[in-house]
């Protein structure tokens, strides 16, 4: 028996034990998505620089190797994401670019590579100015 709350059976406090992890889940997860909301109003509005390296996928082939062919569908996304070269260059940035083994110095060259007439010419991203 409870002794604070005697009337209460097991099943009622596992109940209540229940019901705390649930509460607590969810004020985890809430505050997760304030906290990537904050994130979204950094360099990428309405996203994250790992959430627009996604899109990019199709460049990885393209940004591993400088003589890779660079698809349509990769030109298309750069094309998007290069009208923001804060958000480009904070993608290519990104800790997510790095673990999956971009080369920041041949990504840079992928906006020229797709023959973006109005691609962020001279923009310094990191160490690199996109060519």
């Known amino acids: 028996m409870d002794s604070v709350h005697p009337n209460r059976t097991k099943s009622d406090r596992m109940e209540a034990s229940s019901k705390c992890f649930y509460i607590l889940g969810f004020i985890l997860i809430l505050g997760n998505t304030i906290f990537n909301g904050a994130n979204a109003a950094g360099e990428c ?34 094309l998007k994401l290069g009208k923001n070269p804060k958000c480009l260059c904070a993608v290519m940035l990104s800790n997510t670019a790095k673990s999956s083994g971009v080369k920041l110095e041949i990504a840079m060259t992928i906006p020229k590579r797709c023959n973006i007439a109005d691609r962020p010419v001279g923009y310094k991203c990191g160490d690199y100015i996109l060519p």
Not at 52 to 63: D, N, R
Not at 65 to 76: F, I
């Open 45 to 78: 509005p309405r996203s994250t620089p790992d959430m627009e390296l996604l899109k990019l996928i199709p460049c990885l082939s393209a940004a591993l190797d400088a003589n890779a062919a660079v698809s349509r569908s990769c030109c298309t996304q750069v």
